[in-house]
């Protein structure tokens, strides 16, 4: 099984980044093909809102994007991992879904998507607003579904996870696709 598993936080040695590490390493312990991208270094522009790709079936704009969507398109499985600033995804993330619009009318193989969090809060509400949102993505891809999520919270400074059982967590769900 192909498994794209797509890292939005920027911040070296995130927590979220520490998460999706783990879901990789579980992931292909049990036998799947796993490509990580982190979106550190990419060029993500925003969505201009001209539609061109729901003709072309890629975007206009010459950034990081197509490549991508290309990835995404071609895997059974993908992982989006995230930390959650002001009760919702990732700026980058976000930033990324708007852009892969041109996804929309194309054939598509992936069927169960994952998502990873972290954040400085702790609460059980804090992902919702997160998982709301990509679960708006989903929705665009009805052969589609949330397959799981993961939370730590109470992580904040890079590296809070270390040691935290959500790590072997993120390992045993990788492992089980």
Known sequence: MKVVVISTSLRTNSNSDALANEFIHGAQ?????????????????????????????????????????????????????????????????????????????????????????TAAEDEDFVPKRAEAGLTGWIDCYPKSRLAGTLFCGGVNDPRDIEGNAKLQAAYEMGGKI
């Open 29 to 117: 312990d049990a036998g799947h093909d796993v490509e990580k991208i982190s979106l550190t270094g990419k060029n993500i522009q925003f969505c201009k809102g001209c539609l061109a790709c729901q003709k072309l079936g890629r975007c206009v704009i010459k950034d990081d994007v197509n490549d991508i969507m290309a990835k995404v398109l071609d895997a059974d499985v993908v992982v989006w991992a995230t930390p959650i600033y002001y009760y919702e995804m990732s700026g980058q993330m976000k930033t990324l879904i708007d852009r892969m619009n041109a996804m929309y009318s194309q054939e598509y193989k992936f069927r169960d998507v994952y998502m990873l969090t």
